[in-house]
């Protein structure tokens, strides 16, 4: 069972250049979260995807694309890399929450993507 | 914001001495949940606690938590080297989402 499963591991892309990370859950779970990850830092959202056909911004969108492609896949792309867009990204998924109880599902990380920009 | 904060942010302790870390947040919650991330992967939930729950247990692991002072603790008892990790709370944030603390890196010595 692969769990969250992201691609590529390591990136380096020059300023200006476009990428995009892509994630897939083998877990048929309806949400579907990415983060960014700096240095001593915990974790920073960037979108999500409450189910499929919908995402939504986080704390930090700006750069930033994503498509659901299905329930599975939940991409991330970077239009124009930025230096300070160095980071680790991590995709997670997880049950949908039952409304009225919060965000009460644990959520399923992939190992993240490592990405320098320089 | 409603980032959770943990304390200490570094810990470091000998194999088979309890370890204690705290969490403090700003706003109501509905749930409260704890993380371990080992270097280089990603995080791993280890607990759930909703806001009506004073504390709750996992193998090692004990969880309390304190509305009235927005805060919560994890324990791990009898730690092993395979502890050392860093470690995160979170809560919700609205509805959809989890908010991270900065998280405390906990190094067990052999």
């Known amino acids: 069972n692969a769990g969250v499963t992201q691609t590529p591991k390591f990136q380096v892309l020059k300023t200006g250049q476009s990428m995009t990370l892509q994630c897939a859950q083998d877990?048929?779970?309806?949400?579907m979260y990415w983060y960014r990850q700096d240095p001593g830092m915990g974790l920073r959202l960037i979108y999500y995807?409450?189910?499929?056909?919908?995402?939504d911004k986080g704390e930090v969108p700006n750069g930033y694309n994503v498509s659901r492609l299905n329930k599975r896949e939940f991409s991330l792309r970077l239009e124009s890399a930025a230096p300070s867009q160095t980071s680790v990204y991590f995709c997670?998924?997880?049950?949908?929450?039952?409304?009225?109880?919060?965000?009460?599902?644990?959520?399923?990380f992939g190992d993240g993507t490592r990405l320098s920009i320089l | 914001s409603q980032q959770g904060e943990e304390d200490p942010q570094a810990l470091s302790i000998q194999e088979g001495e309890n370890a204690t870390m705290n969490c403090s947040y700003k706003t109501s919650i509905n749930n409260l949940q704890w993380y371990r991330q080992n270097s280089g992967r990603g995080l791993v939930h280890l607990i759930l606690i909703r806001s009506n729950e004073r504390e709750k247990h996992s193998g090692r692991l004990r969880v309390t938590l304190d509305t009235s002072k927005k805060s919560s603790s994890l324990l791990i008892t009898a730690s092993r080297a395979a502890d050392t990790a860093s470690y995160f709370c979170?809560?919700?944030?609205?509805?959809?989402?989890?908010?991270f603390g900065q998280g405390t890196r906990l190094t067990i010595n052999p």
């Open positions: 877990m048929n779970h309806n949400s």
């Open positions: 995807s409450a189910s499929e056909g919908t995402t």
């Open positions: 997670a998924s997880s049950e949908r929450f039952t409304t009225g109880t919060g965000l009460n599902q644990p959520q399923h």
């Open positions: 979170a809560t919700d944030w609205g509805a959809q989402k989890l908010v």
